[in-house]
C-alpha cells in the first residue's frame, strides 16, 4: 500500500478498522498459489498479513511499501520476514522473483507505467503477476459524494486530484503488455463491501484513504463536509448498521515473457 502524498497511514488504525481489506486479500492469496521455496515479492505489502500468509504456504517473500509506518507495523507483527521500505515505481532487485503478488495497493501507485516496468524487471522471464486492485468505476459513489459536498462548501479546483489509477481490463492490459507482461486472465466485478465501524466507518473511511480530497480544508470545516457527504450516501449506502463501499475490484494474472 502505497502512502498518499500529503499524510502519513496510521498502521494501527488501518489494521483495527479495515480488516476486511486483509480478508478479500486471501483470496489473491489463494490465486497465486504459492509453492514451497519460490520467492515472492508482495508489492504494497502493509502491515504484512497477506505476506505472512504467503510465507505460511512456504514461500520466500519480501513485502514492499512505500509507508515506513506500514513498514514498521509489519516488521512488529512479522519480525521472521523481510520487509523493506521502498516505492513500487523505483524498486529495483538483482535477485529476479518467480512471482509477483499485490492486494489493494497498485490503484494508489504512480506513474503506473513506471510500477508495470519495476514489477515487469522484478520478475524472472516466465515469471508470473498475481494481483487485484481497485478497477474503473471504483468507489464511484463516495467520490461523486465527496466531489459534491466540496462543490457545496464552496471549495475551488478538482476534487478528483487524480490520487487513484483505476483502469479497465483492457487499459491494464495494454500497460502491462507494454512491459513485458502478458495478461492470462482478467475480469473487473463488482464487489460492495461493508465497512467497518458502523455509523463512524465512512468517517474513518474518509480520514484514511481520502485525506487528500481534504488537504486544502482546515480542521474546523471538515466534519462540517464529512458531515454532508455522509447525507448524500446514506440513503443508498447505509444498510444495516453499515456503511457499504462500492468498491469495484480488477483481478488479473500475467506472464513475463520468457
Ligand atoms: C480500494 O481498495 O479500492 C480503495 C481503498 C481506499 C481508497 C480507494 C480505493
Not at 5 to 33: C, F, K, N, P
Not at 160 to 167: N, S, T, Y
Not at 222 to 240: A, G, H, K, M, S
Request: charged letters at 25%; aromatic letters at 10%; a negative charge.
Amino acid at each position: 500500500m502505497s502512502q498518499p502524498t500529503d499524510a502519513a497511514w496510521d498502521a494501527t488504525r488501518y489494521d483495527h478498522q479495515h480488516a476486511y481489506i486483509t480478508r478479500y486479500g486471501l483470496e489473491v492469496v489463494e490465486l497465486l498459489s504459492p509453492r514451497t521455496g519460490e520467492r515472492v515479492l508482495d508489492v504494497g505489502c502493509g502491515t504484512g498479513h497477506l505476506t505472512a500468509e504467503i510465507a505460511a504456504r512456504g514461500a520466500e517473500v519480501t513485502g514492499i511499501d512505500a509507508s515506513a509506518e506500514m513498514i514498521a507495523e509489519a516488521r512488529r507483527h512479522h519480525p521472521g520476514l523481510a520487509f523493506e521500505v521502498a516505492d513500487a515505481a523505483s524498486y529495483r532487485t538483482d535477485r529476479p522473483f518467480d512471482a509477483v503478488f499485490s492486494s489493494a495497493a497498485l490503484h494508489w501507485m504512480k506513474p503506473p507505467e513506471a510500477v508495470a516496468a519495476a514489477i515487469g524487471g522484478a520478475l524472472r522471464p516466465g515469471g508470473r503477476l498475481v494481483a487485484e486492485m481497485g478497477g474503473r468505476g471504483n468507489v464511484l459513489a463516495f467520490r461523486t459524494a465527496i466531489a459534491a459536498a466540496r462543490a457545496a462548501a464552496g471549495l475551488p479546483g478538482d476534487p478528483e486530484r487524480h490520487i487513484w489509477f483505476f483502469p479497465g481490463v483492457e487499459e491494464y492490459t495494454e500497460l502491462l503488455a507494454r512491459h513485458g507482461l502478458a495478461v492470462t486472465e482478467a475480469a473487473l466485478f463488482d464487489r460492495p463491501t461493508p465497512i467497518d465501524g458502523g455509523r463512524d466507518g465512512l468517517r474513518n473511511w474518509l480520514e484514511m484513504f481520502a485525506g487528500s480530497f481534504f488537504a486544502d480544508v482546515d480542521a474546523e470545516t471538515r466534519p462540517r463536509i464529512y458531515e454532508d457527504v455522509e447525507r448524500r450516501l446514506e440513503p443508498e449506502r447505509f444498510r444495516d448498521g453499515a456503511w457499504n463501499a462500492d468498491y469495484v475490484r480488477l483481478r488479473f494474472t500475467a506472464v513475463r515473457a520468457a
